[in-house]
C-alpha cells in the first residue's frame, strides 16, 4: 500500500465516521420530535438533514477515492 492509498483510505474511515455521526443525530432528533412540528422544529430538522446528506455524499466520495466503488443498488 502507497502513502497516497493509506491517506485515501484514512479519509474514507473518517468520512464515514462523520456521516453515522450526522445520521444519529437526526434519528435522535426525530426520537425526541414532536408529532406535529413547529417552525423551530422543521428548521432543525432541515439543518440535520442537510448535513447527513452533506457527510453522506463525502463518504461516497471519499469511499470511491479509496477504491470501494460498488454498483447501484437501485
Excluded: W
Amino acid at each position: 500500500m502507497t502513502v497516497e492509498e493509506i491517506g485515501h483510505l484514512h479519509r474514507a474511515r473518517q468520512a464515514a465516521k462523520e456521516s453515522a455521526k450526522a445520521a444519529r443525530q437526526l434519528a435522535e432528533f426525530l426520537e425526541n420530535a414532536s408529532a406535529v412540528p413547529d417552525t423551530a422544529q422543521l428548521t432543525e430538522f432541515v439543518t440535520l438533514l442537510a448535513r447527513e446528506e452533506a457527510t453522506r455524499a463525502e463518504r461516497d466520495e471519499a469511499c470511491a477515492s479509496a477504491g470501494y466503488l460498488a454498483p447501484s443498488v437501485e
